[in-house]
């Protein structure tokens, strides 16, 4: 398996232990909106990895090395707070995600 690939590997796992599962028929991009639905202050991150994903994957050309290492910090980011943050309801005190 390719370091682009197992990058996204452990983004897949990130995801499903803060309680976005990925389900097999997800594209990246479906994924990554489930994901920044969550977590919203990461999408920029999030369209990031999607984009350079699919180009590594499905381009006929090698990808410059500053556009990859973009990726694997933009994955190393976005797993860096695992919860999504609990926002309180205005009035009931109960938090909501």
């Known amino acids: ?26 594209a990246p991009c479906e994924y990554a909106a489930r994901l920044a639905s969550v977590f919203p202050e990461k999408n920029g991150q999030l369209a990031l990895v ?8 499905f381009s006929t050309h090698l990808l410059p090395g500053m556009r990859m290492a973009a990726y694997f910090s933009a994955v190393r980011e976005i797993k ?13 005190g109960a938090p909501r995600a």
């Open 1 to 26: 398996m390719s370091r682009v690939l197992r990058a996204y590997v452990r983004l897949l796992e990130w995801g499903e232990g803060n309680g976005v599962p990925h389900r097999g028929c997800d």
């Open 50 to 57: 999607t984009e350079v994903l699919e180009e590594a994957l």
């Open 80 to 92: 860096r707070r695992e919860k999504p943050i609990q926002v309180r309801t205005a009035g009931t």
